[in-house]
């Protein structure tokens, strides 16, 4: 049996760039471009191994993610140490449960840090101090309200909402910029205090400067909060322009 290096100090953190393991489903097109490019922006190294992933996306596939965490966990750079995990599917999140998905992560690697992108936007939130949200999802409308609850659950008021109703990760990866603004301008953001754009493959992160000059609020997306959330819990509280304004 593998004996894995547990986190390490902030000292080692001098010597090394930190380390961030990504946990991505295996259908997820976008996920590891956009964390290598805030990687790179931030001088992190992304480290991913992939978990399976049944189409289209249901409750109950979702749900069965959680049988492969602890095996993705083996495989994701089994002989040094990780500063922080993600676990990469917003959706797969919130119908699995955050404690259920840092319980089968510290099976494997104990007292590592963990996030993942429902967690990480409750608390960017919380950094932005945003308590009303418009919120849009790519998935179906089953999918989309059980997300939903996650920020309902933390006390965060959902002031408008859309789904897409995509039923698989190569649909939810295609709509762009454009199509994400044009979806906000058939929304009531009035009382909104920020957006929150799902899931890991859609192209969210491709949007948040365009959405934020367009809307004048700040824009989470599932990669970016996942992302900034690590640095968080690792300590690394430094700006990375280019990522909208929860992370300059």
């Not at 095996?71 to 699995?96: H, K, N, Q, W, Y």
């Not at 690697?109 to 790519?138: D, I, Q, S, W, Y």
Request: net charge negative.
């Amino acid at each position: 049996m593998n004996t894995y290096p547990t986190f390490v100090s902030q000292s080692d953190l001098i010597t090394r760039r930190p380390r961030l393991g990504l946990i991505a489903p295996a259908s997820d097109i976008l996920i590891e471009r956009d964390f290598w490019r805030m990687g790179q922006a931030a001088g992190v190294d992304i480290f991913t191994t992939r978990i399976p992933l049944d189409m289209p996306l249901t409750p109950a596939n979702l749900a069965r993610l959680a049988d492969g965490i602890a095996g993705a966990m083996e495989r994701l750079l089994p002989e040094e140490a990780l500063d922080a995990v993600v676990f990469g599917c917003t959706s797969g999140s919130a119908v699995i449960g955050a404690d259920n998905v840092a319980s089968r992560i510290h099976s494997v690697r104990p007292g590592v840090a963990v996030t993942n992108p429902a967690t990480a936007a409750v608390a960017a939130l919380a950094h932005l101090k945003a308590e009303r949200l418009a919120f849009v999802a790519p998935y179906t409308a089953d999918v989309a309200e059980q997300t939903a609850d996650v920020f309902r659950n933390a006390g965060i008021t959902i002031t408008d909402a859309r789904c897409l109703g995509l039923l698989t990760d190569a649909q939810i990866a295609v709509p762009g910029p454009e199509h994400y603004r044009d979806v906000l301008a058939d929304m009531d953001i009035t009382d909104a205090q920020a957006i929150f754009l799902s899931c890991t493959t859609s192209r969210a992160l491709d949007s948040i400067e365009d959405l934020e000059q367009v809307t004048g609020l700040p824009v989470v997306t599932s990669n970016q909060a996942s992302f900034w959330h690590a640095l968080q819990l690792l300590g690394l509280t430094y700006a990375v322009p280019g990522f909208g304004r929860l992370m300059a």
